[in-house]
């Protein structure tokens, strides 16, 4: 995390999906991922949040305008657009959630991560 001008704290987040669980999603040739070469990955880049977290846990929804401000999206062999994203973030955890349009289709996502 970094400083933004005013203050405030810039968060970054990048997310690799799991390579064990990948390669046994996409070991089955007939595998909605058999296509696929690599797990995904979320990313969201340089967002302002408020406060401290390590103080607390903040709940943050993305606005639809956040999208096209800062570096958000689901990458699956392609930068896949995401929408309705909420963030639940704390010194040792991270909940995501929200839509990523795959392919024309709108599919929920949600990823856990705890250090």
Same mark, same amino acid.
């Given at each position: 995390?970094?400083? @933004? @001008?005013? &203050?405030?704290?810039?968060?970054?987040? !990048?997310?690799? &999906?799991? *390579?064990?669980?990948? %390669?046994?999603?996409?070991? +089955? !040739?007939?595998? !909605?991922?058999?296509?696929?070469?690599?797990?995904?990955?979320?990313?969201?880049?340089?967002?302002?949040?408020? &406060?401290?977290?390590?103080?607390?846990?903040?709940?943050?929804?993305?606005?639809?305008? +956040?999208?096209?401000?800062?570096?958000?999206?689901?990458?699956?062999?392609?930068?896949?657009?995401?929408?309705?994203?909420?963030?639940?973030?704390?010194?040792?955890?991270? %909940?995501?959630?929200? *839509?990523?349009?795959?392919?024309?289709?709108?599919?929920?996502?949600?990823?856990?991560?705890?250090?």
């Amino acid at each position: 995390m970094n400083k @933004a @001008a005013d &203050g405030s704290t810039l968060l970054t987040i !990048e997310i690799h &999906g799991n *390579q064990k669980i990948y %390669e046994q999603l996409r070991a +089955d !040739e007939v595998s !909605e991922w058999s296509w696929t070469l690599y797990p995904p990955n979320f990313y969201l880049r340089e967002y302002p949040i408020p &406060g401290n977290i390590k103080s607390k846990e903040i709940a943050i929804k993305l606005k639809s305008a +956040d999208a096209a401000r800062f570096d958000v999206a689901l990458y699956l062999m392609e930068h896949n657009e995401v929408s309705e994203v909420s963030l639940k973030v704390a010194e040792r955890h991270l %909940e995501v959630s929200g *839509q990523v349009d795959l392919m024309g289709e709108r599919k929920p996502f949600r990823i856990k991560w705890k250090k």
